[in-house]
């Protein structure tokens, strides 16, 4: 499957831990984004990534959230000290930099807080 | 008010329908993307579109520039079409989409 995976595909967790998800991107990829998607509304940018440069953050990237692309190839998203407002699917997605527009989404890591 | 807003929310339609899900934003976009999200989260991209009309299918997708506004249509649709349709915009001078609420679409037999 050459597609965006991520893995987990599911994270229960308790709230006051800490969580990592990971996002492989396809092979030749160089942009790499994260997305948040609470029920019933449409995903929400969080960052992304040029090869391993960080180059945008959305607000709702608190201090208790960090990304990393340390080898411009997979990415981690950690989230410190889960809160119940943490709860939500958090996407990935890929693209060339020479054809951006164009987005290829992993399946999604569903977290639970409780 | 969101800056990207979709119409309607939730649409049921009988098998064979013409369908239309509209999209309006608000900021100067670089591009507007159709995507298709089925239960369980996974999203496939449909369409992008900067100007005009695209055309897969039995989807069409087009998109006016100076009104701010794009339209989805599905003709002849079928059950499998059922899903969660969203629009989202790349807004100009950023690389980050700005999505809308989505449609739920459910086409029964």
């Known amino acids: 499957d050459t597609g965006v995976s991520q893995n987990p595909r599911h994270k229960i967790t308790k709230r006051g831990q800490n969580v990592t998800f990971r996002c492989d991107p396809i092979s030749e990829h160089n942009r790499l984004y994260w997305y948040r998607q609470t029920l019933g509304q449409g995903p929400e940018f969080l960052t992304y990534f040029q090869n391993e440069a960080q180059l945008e953050k959305s607000r709702l990237l608190s201090d208790r959230f960090s990304a990393e692309r340390p080898k411009g190839s997979f990415s981690t998203l950690e989230i410190q000290r889960t809160e119940q407002g943490d709860s939500a699917m958090y996407l990935c997605?890929?693209?060339?930099?020479?054809?951006?527009?164009?987005?290829?989404f992993g399946p999604g890591t569903r977290l639970t807080v409780t | 008010k969101n800056e990207v807003e979709q119409s309607p929310q939730n649409l049921t339609a009988q098998e064979g329908e013409f369908i239309t899900i509209n999209c309006s934003y608000s900021?100067?976009?670089?591009?507007l993307h159709w995507l298709q999200q089925h239960p369980g989260g996974g999203i496939v991209s449909l369409f992008m579109?900067?100007?005009g009309k695209k055309k897969h299918g039995r989807l069409i997708a087009t998109i006016n520039i100076q009104e701010k506004h794009s339209s989805l249509h599905i003709t002849a649709s079928h059950p499998r079409d059922s899903a969660v349709y969203i629009c989202?915009?790349?807004?100009?001078?950023?690389?980050?989409?700005?999505f809308g609420k989505g449609t739920k679409l459910t086409v029964n037999p």
């Open positions: 579109l900067s100007s």
């Open positions: 997605a890929s693209s060339l930099v020479r054809s951006s527009y164009e987005q290829y």
């Open positions: 900021v100067g976009i670089s591009a």
């Open positions: 989202a915009v790349k807004e100009g001078g950023s690389e980050k989409l700005v």
